[in-house]
Nanobody, 124 residues
Framework: QTHLAESGGDSVQAGGSLRLSCKSS???????MAWFRQAPGKEREAVAS????????YYSDSVKGRFTISVSNAANTLYLEMNDLKPEDSAVYYC??????????????????WGQGTQVTVSS
């Protein structure tokens, strides 16, 4: 069983920055990966995804221009750089890996493996 572990979540002021990390216990090769988030009372939503070959990236409209997704194959680690954070970014952030199909790249139903999540809280 592949295990994913997120870290880096914290409480910050609006306008601040954070870098989230997601460490894989077993991956030694590139696979599609993504970040999702879920706020209390809301459904899980996609934040960003990245493809394995040429590192094509996709972002939700709400984070485009502020967040950057990247991956280190050598370290088996996915990253999410978050800048200019807003209160509406507050959520539990989850990483996901090994997508079923390209058309599901931004769907919570599109990935096989998930981490436990890390809390991000942004105060105004």
């Amino acid at each position: 069983q592949t295990h994913l572990a997120e870290s880096g979540g914290d409480s910050v002021q609006a306008g601040g920055s954070l870098r989230l990390s997601c460490k894989s216990s077993s991956y030694t090769y590139s696979v599609p990966m993504a970040w999702f988030r879920q706020a209390p009372g809301k459904e899980r939503e996609a934040v960003a995804s990245i493809e394995p070959d040429h590192k094509e990236t996709y972002y939700s409209d709400s984070v485009k221009g502020r967040f950057t997704i990247s991956v280190s194959n050598a370290a088996n680690t996915l990253y999410l750089e978050m800048n200019d954070l807003k209160p509406e970014d507050s959520a539990v952030y989850y990483c996901a890996a090994d997508r079923h199909a390209w058309r599901l790249r931004m769907s919570p139903n599109g990935y096989k493996y998930w981490g436990q999540g890390t809390q991000v809280t942004v105060s105004s």
